[in-house]
């Protein structure tokens, strides 16, 4: 594909529709498509401000069929965080269906289309696997058990209307370090003396930095033949331990406040088993495999980096 886009008339370049294009991963790859020479439109639930946005109402299922015609790509970043605390039964409700719609509405488009996109990336998670110790979670592993697995795989399932049609990639990510997200969270609890054991602190959590997200995402759209799902996370595995360290360190706060497992759940319920306390060693090697170079794979550095940002 990488020859072969028509964008803006530069050899390389291509028409690439985001929905989700103003959150934080968004953001990022907005900017990078954007520096690589590509065209980026960006989907709204609004009225559009500028020629690069495009109203869509994904809870109704609608979007006018020409924005998908005119685009070689479509990224979907769509959905709820999972972030936001607490997880009711209608938050819950909302973290699924705001996935599911978004995807659906975008895949239905897509296999409408007389000329439809080249590429279909379709976001995902590491959420897939549930909480699996002791083991290398590769794209061939199985479903895990519990809220998020069931998330996942509808997400993906969404998706994959669209095959045949397009090529379908489905990015499961991990834990997104940047200026951001969980560091800006993590941060604060530093500040205030908390940072210390979440759980046992042994738990991996798979993480990548947010340049490499965006980067990554690049590569599936541009570099890459891969199809369904590839697991996006750094080469360097790390527990919960060693975010709060460095994060404490980075900091200059204790690392001493420990928040047994049982206080967590009580707490948090699902989202403190699934978000905090899974420990998920995701494996890469199928993207590095095909041909991606890590930029960030130190844990303290990309910290560092993005709480000095933060």
Not at 265 to 279: F, N, Q, S, T, V
């Amino acid at each position: 594909m990488s020859d072969s886009g028509t964008a803006s008339g530069t050899p390389g370049a291509l028409s690439i529709l985001i929905a989700g294009g103003s959150g934080f991963i968004g953001t990022e790859l907005t900017q990078q498509l954007r520096e690589h020479g590509h065209r980026v439109v960006v989907l709204v639930r609004h009225a559009t401000h500028n020629p690069d946005e495009r109203m869509w109402d994904p809870d109704a299922g609608w979007l006018n069929p020409e924005t998908v015609e005119r685009a070689d790509v479509v990224v979907n970043l769509s959905g709820a965080s999972i972030s936001r605390l607490p997880w009711t039964l209608a938050y819950k409700r909302t973290i699924l269906e705001s996935r599911v719609n978004a995807t659906t509405t975008l895949a239905t488009a897509i296999t409408k289309a007389n000329n439809p996109p080249a590429v279909f990336v379709s976001g995902s998670a590491v959420g897939y696997y549930g909480d699996r110790p002791g083991e290398v979670l590769t794209e061939q592993s199985a479903i895990g058990e519990g809220f998020l697995p069931k998330v996942v795989d509808a997400w993906e399932k969404a998706s994959r209307q669209a095959d045949g049609v397009t090529r379908v990639v489905n990015p499961r990510t991990g834990v997104v370090l940047g200026n951001g997200g969980l560091v800006n969270t993590l941060k604060l609890i530093a500040k205030v003396g908390g940072a210390g054991p979440l759980g046992s602190g042994t738990q991996h959590w798979p993480w990548i930095s947010l340049y490499d997200e965006a980067a990554a995402i690049r590569h599936l759209i541009v570099d890459s033949e891969l199809t369904g799902p590839v697991n996006l996370a750094a080469p360097h595995p790390a527990t919960a331990a060693d975010v709060m360290k460095t994060i404490a360190r980075v900091e200059h706060r204790p690392y001493w406040l420990p928040a047994p497992s049982w206080a967590i759940k009580g707490a948090l319920a699902d989202a403190g088993r699934e978000l905090i306390l899974a420990d998920q060693n995701e494996s890469s090697q199928l993207l590095a495999a095909d041909g991606f170079g890590f930029r960030d794979t130190s844990l303290d550095e990309t910290l560092e980096g993005a709480l000095a940002a933060a």
